[in-house]
């Protein structure tokens, strides 16, 4: 049984067949589904120049689901410092603070959020990746900036996206509270965590370690039709693999067809053991041996699949099971 909140982060995949004003309208009705199905926040991720997945700034994200809802929790996953001036972010996400109290959090990461060189230059204006030390400096003057310039009222509460044991250390230092991207780099999970934890300094900002694990999450009533609903991500994951970020999401009957290399399948189900797919029962089982071994106080889910129904669906699917467990 899973005994922390559950959440969910959301990356706006832009469908084969749709366009993006389609997945904006869909952000809206996701957020306003997941609020009644009572999970505790959704996170919007920064991506760029992607076919799959749209370019649309989480700070807007943001404001237009908490214009349809009124208690879950709202923030990025994240916010991606190397490409926003700090304190624009503080501004930004101190005004959504202001204007939704205690329902904003300001999740902060490192990448550029895109595989493309010419655009990650571009959002740098023409600068090279960050340094660690300019990312440090970055991460230090949004909190400087938050407490110290913007005087809105309540602030937002921050939080620091790690898929390292570096990044890990710079939560641990600054008193930050860690969602770790197990969705992205699995196998650097616990390592992150042990960092984490034995280096934690108390802050104004979180008193003791606190901890949110990313999982990528897909559930169905069987376990093939969750395979199914799996498989454009498959398909984009696939395409990274081979360094290509211009790969379309697909329907999962393109991605049922799609000819993957016998490194590809391996890779891919090596990702999908340390995820949770299938029936309710299976990935609830596997989330709650995930939120054991790793201590997580909140588990957050990300469902990348083709269509609103289904994505709503495979989250449903979970609390509905996690309520009846609770019964039984």
């Known amino acids: 049984m899973i005994d922390v909140p559950i959440s969910a982060l959301e990356v706006a995949v832009v469908e084969a067949g749709t366009h993006g004003v389609e997945t904006l309208r869909d952000t809206a009705a ?35 689901a908490a214009a349809s ?6 923030g990025s996953g994240g916010v991606l410092a190397p490409n926003h001036a700090p304190i624009m972010g503080a501004e930004q996400f101190g005004t ?21 060189e010419a655009t990650a230059r571009a959002l740098r204006r023409g600068a090279g990746p960050a340094t660690d030390a300019e990312y440090h400096d970055d991460v230090a003057a949004i909190l400087s900036f938050l407490v110290d310039e913007v005087a809105l009222g309540p602030l937002p509460e921050p939080w620091l996206l790690c898929s390292s044991p570096a990044g890990a250390a710079l939560a641990a230092r600054l008193g930050l509270p860690i969602a770790v991207a197990h969705h992205i ?14 280096e934690f300094a108390p802050s104004r900002w979180c008193e003791q370690p606190r901890v949110v694990v990313c999982v990528e999450t897909v559930c169905a009533e069987t376990e093939q039709e969750a395979a199914w609903r799996a498989g ?19 329907t999962p009957a393109e991605a049922a067809a799609h000819p993957f290399t016998a490194e590809e399948r391996q890779a891919l189900a090596g990702f999908h053991a340390q995820q949770a797919y299938g029936t309710p029962e299976a990935v609830v089982r596997r989330l709650a041996q995930l939120a054991a071994d790793t201590g997580a106080d909140e588990l957050m889910l990300t469902t990348p699949v083709y269509d609103l129904d289904a994505r709503v669906r495979s989250y449903d699917l979970i609390k ?7 019964t039984a």
């Open 30 to 64: 996701f957020a306003h589904s997941l609020e009644l199905l009572g999970y505790h926040r959704i996170w919007y991720a920064e991506h760029h120049h992607s076919p799959a997945i749209g370019a649309f700034p989480p700070v807007v994200l943001i404001a237009h």
């Open 96 to 116: 959504l603070a202001a204007l939704h109290e205690d329902r904003i959090d300001l999740g902060i990461g490192r990448g550029p959020g895109t595989f493309d």
């Open 69 to 74: 809802t009124s208690s879950i929790r709202l």
């Open 185 to 198: 780099r699995p196998d650097n999970t616990l390592a992150v965590l042990e960092r984490y934890r034995a």
């Open 320 to 326: 509905k099971y996690c309520e009846a467990a609770k």
């Open 232 to 250: 454009p991500m498959d398909v984009v994951k696939a395409g990274l693999l081979q360094g290509r970020s211009d790969i379309p999401f697909p």
